[in-house]
């Protein structure tokens, strides 16, 4: 069972630990334990209660008709929430409480009801990418578990390949053409995948190769393909002291292309060739694929990043 401070409790909810400390203390939503140093902590029925307890307040339920609701009660309510809300926040929480719960039709529901409601792009920039988030802060502290976090990352996974493949086809010859793949060893595949279909969805020809690909493998795809550029994630793999090497060796086997790198450790200092790239914000790379990349000059673009 995870343990959670109400600091924990307030980053993951979105809920003020003030206004957690009231709901608790007047109205019983909560209930912590002590520790033998008298701290108070919360568990992942208290996280999931708090997140159910925050959407029904946000879509205008009182605080004191949510307290009494048995835990079925509260769930039913959530799930018959009116559907229209474009609270970002509010969504993410019901996510996260489906989650929790493990209740994958619940995620389910709630994702479609976010891409119909936003549109696609929208609904992974607002939802699904502050969702991950909220997750990596779970990760890091030990309160989400492997079940959980690979049966979120595989839905997400399936939205996005949906999506793409809904995409018409882009004929190469007619499109700036680009080469997707992450390193040997690298499996965190969500950012990748989204960005196959920025590119796609803006008429540029990708050819995806995917997960745990080795770099020597790529000159003999760019000789034949002869890409505009090359485009990678650097997450979990390589080791920090090595992505220097790495992306020295990218650079070599790619002379000729530009070369894009995103990921926490593509964010490290180490010194970038001159045909490489780093990205940061989803918004430059999306003008980037639109061709109107206004911060191309200085080479600095950032993105969201998987959870883990």
Same mark, same amino acid.
């Given at each position: 069972?995870?343990?959670?401070?109400?600091?924990?409790?307030?980053?993951?909810?979105?809920?003020?630990?003030? !206004?957690?400390?009231?709901?608790?203390?007047? $109205?019983?939503?909560?209930?912590?334990?002590?520790?033998?140093? &008298?701290?108070?902590? $919360?568990?992942?029925?208290?996280?999931?209660?708090? *997140?159910?307890?925050?959407? #029904?307040?946000?879509?205008?339920?009182?605080?004191?008709?949510?307290?009494?609701?048995?835990?079925?009660?509260?769930?039913?309510?959530?799930?018959?929430?009116?559907?229209?809300?474009?609270?970002?926040?509010?969504?993410? &929480?019901?996510?996260?409480?489906?989650?929790?719960?493990?209740?994958?039709?619940?995620?389910?529901? #709630?994702?479609?009801?976010?891409?119909?409601?936003?549109?696609?792009?929208?609904?992974?920039?607002?939802?699904?990418?502050?969702? *991950?988030?909220?997750?990596?802060?779970?990760?890091?502290?030990?309160?989400?578990?492997?079940?959980?976090?690979?049966?979120? !990352?595989?839905?997400?996974?399936?939205?996005?390949?949906?999506?793409?493949?809904?995409?018409?086809?882009?004929?190469?010859?007619?499109?700036?053409?680009?080469? %997707?793949?992450?390193?040997?060893?690298?499996?965190?595949? *969500?950012?990748?995948?989204?960005? &196959?279909?920025?590119?796609?969805?803006?008429?540029?020809?990708?050819?995806?190769?995917?997960?745990?690909? /080795?770099?020597?493998?790529?000159?003999?795809?760019?000789?034949? $393909?002869? /890409? $505009?550029?090359?485009?990678?994630?650097?997450t979990a793999v390589p080791e920090r002291d090595?992505?220097?090497?790495?992306?020295?060796?990218?650079?070599? !086997?790619?002379?000729?292309?530009? #070369?894009f790198l995103y990921g926490p450790l593509a964010? %490290?200092?180490?010194?970038?060739?001159?045909?490489?790239?780093?990205?940061?914000?989803? !918004?430059?790379?999306?003008?980037?694929?639109?061709?109107?990349?206004?911060?191309?000059?200085?080479?600095?673009?950032?993105?969201?990043?998987?959870?883990?």
């Amino acid at each position: 069972m995870a343990h959670f401070s109400i600091s924990d409790l307030e980053q993951l909810s979105g809920v003020k630990a003030h !206004t957690i400390r009231i709901w608790e203390q007047r $109205y019983g939503i909560l209930r912590p334990v002590r520790t033998a140093t &008298n701290i108070r902590t $919360y568990c992942d029925d208290d996280l999931r209660r708090l *997140l159910n307890v925050a959407t #029904l307040c946000n879509r205008g339920y009182r605080i004191s008709q949510v307290a009494k609701m048995t835990e079925p009660e509260l769930a039913k309510a959530v799930i018959s929430c009116d559907d229209a809300s474009h609270n970002y926040c509010q969504q993410v &929480n019901g996510l996260l409480a489906a989650m929790l719960e493990m209740n994958e039709l619940q995620l389910t529901r #709630l994702l479609n009801e976010a891409i119909k409601r936003s549109g696609f792009e929208q609904a992974i920039l607002h939802v699904a990418y502050p969702f *991950l988030q909220r997750i990596g802060v779970m990760w890091q502290t030990g309160t989400v578990n492997p079940a959980q976090e690979h049966l979120v !990352t595989n839905l997400l996974r399936q939205k996005l390949l949906a999506a793409t493949d809904g995409l018409a086809p882009v004929q190469p010859a007619a499109a700036r053409r680009w080469i %997707l793949f992450l390193p040997e060893g690298e499996m965190h595949e *969500l950012a990748l995948l989204f960005m &196959n279909y920025i590119l796609r969805a803006r008429g540029h020809h990708v050819l995806y190769l995917g997960q745990n690909l /080795p770099v020597q493998e790529l000159k003999a795809v760019c000789n034949s $393909y002869q /890409p $505009y550029a090359a485009l990678t994630v650097l997450t979990a793999v390589p080791e920090r002291d090595e992505v220097q090497d790495f992306v020295n060796e990218l650079s070599q !086997t790619c002379p000729d292309i530009t #070369l894009f790198l995103y990921g926490p450790l593509a964010q %490290l200092p180490f010194h970038m060739p001159t045909n490489a790239v780093r990205l940061r914000l989803i !918004t430059d790379f999306m003008a980037l694929a639109e061709g109107i990349c206004a911060c191309a000059c200085d080479k600095e673009v950032q993105l969201p990043v998987q959870a883990s």
